[in-house]
């Protein structure tokens, strides 16, 4: 089994210092990518990084799994504060160049940076989780239904809430956390009409910073708590352990709902864990590695590749012994899911 080598990069320079160091014995920028094989594998993190507990380490864990099961050398490249496009597109050159493949880009913030890069590496696939805006012959589409998880998670929480009204942060308001807010709010409001849905992002774009920030995620969470939220549901990645951690702490009966990785299992959300209901998982890990293993097995996947209900791509996690005991609850999940993948329910994609 070989190591993965983790790359963290500041800036333009010395992303690209970085990346030269430690891919010594890599392929030359004329002939990357042409005979890889699979054999190397890399990530480029969102806004965040690894240890978000969330977005970015589902996509490492998926890494980790080609790396124990593939025996897939792999690294990862960091993201820097208040980075641009130009430095997304220097880390993706760079990991190319390196003789990578596939490289994957963890978020939608990589769009513009894969649609100028891959064109330049035929002969390398690159994945990009979460956009399918940008296309070609070499790029992967990794995108889910979100907004059929969320509507799992409005009904859960409908059922569970004492007070009526429920929460729902979103780091930043662009079209894909719109479709989190959107799922929840409609999941709610049709398992019980008269719950009052409290919404709220951390930023606007461009500010990315919601996805990033504990504080300001704490910070909503508790204003949301002061309204009598008893339920809260966080979309905004390293900020939601913020948010995480105001919920547990404002006492027994308000409940989180954890996003994107099963937060329950997070080790570094251990002290709050009593308090996470359940999450919205996707299967991020899986479809990491199911990109990594196609193209070591000389079959690339290209395209959008969409994870639903159906195919168990998003899902609520059922970790905590405190939701799973809620048999009610359970039951109207488990309906609510059927009527969705039956087409009985159309889940909206934005609110």
Not at 14 to 31: I, Q, R
Not at 232 to 247: D, H, K, P, T
Request: glycine share 12%; with cysteine.
């Amino acid at each position: 089994m070989r190591r993965i080598t983790r790359i963290t990069t500041v800036g333009i320079a010395s992303a690209a210092l970085a990346l030269s160091v430690t891919a010594c014995g890599g392929k030359s920028s004329s002939d990357a990518g042409s005979d890889s094989g699979g054999d190397k594998a890399a990530i480029a993190y969102d806004i965040g990084g690894r240890g978000d507990q969330s977005f970015n380490d589902a996509a490492y864990a998926g890494l980790e799994k080609a790396e124990k099961d593939l025996d897939v050398q792999g690294s990862e490249a960091e993201p820097s504060d208040g980075e641009g496009d130009a430095d997304k597109v220097q880390r993706l050159t760079e990991l190319a160049r390196s003789g990578n493949n596939p490289v994957i880009g963890v978020g939608f913030a990589y769009a513009p940076a894969i649609k100028k890069v891959a064109p330049k590496f035929p002969k390398t696939t690159f994945g990009i989780i979460d956009d399918a805006s940008v296309t070609g012959d070499n790029i992967a589409n990794i995108v889910f239904n979100e907004e059929q998880g969320s509507y799992l998670a409005g009904v859960a929480a409908a059922k569970v809430t004492k007070s009526k009204t429920i929460g729902f942060i979103g780091g930043v308001e662009t079209p894909l956390i719109k479709k989190f807010e959107a799922g929840f709010i409609q999941g709610a409001k049709d398992t019980d009409a008269s719950v009052n849905v409290l919404p709220q992002y951390l930023t606007q774009p461009p500010d990315f910073g919601g996805f990033s920030k504990p504080d300001l995620g704490k910070a909503a969470a508790q204003g949301q708590l002061d309204k009598k939220a008893d339920v809260i549901y966080s979309a905004a990645g390293l900020a939601g352990s913020g948010a995480i951690e105001a919920v547990s702490k404002a006492g027994k009966g308000k409940w989180n709902i954890g996003v994107d990785s099963d937060q329950y299992q997070q080790k570094g959300l251990a002290p709050y864990k009593a308090s996470i209901l359940t999450s919205v998982t996707k299967d991020i890990e899986d479809a990491v590695f199911n990109l990594i293993k196609s193209v070591q097995d000389g079959k690339p996947q290209t395209g959008e590749i969409r994870y639903g209900l159906d195919k168990n791509g998003v899902a609520l996690s059922m970790s905590n012994p405190a939701f799973a005991d809620m048999k009610d609850v359970i039951a109207a999940v488990d309906k609510a899911k059927q009527d969705i993948i039956d087409g009985k329910i159309k889940v909206k994609t934005a609110p």
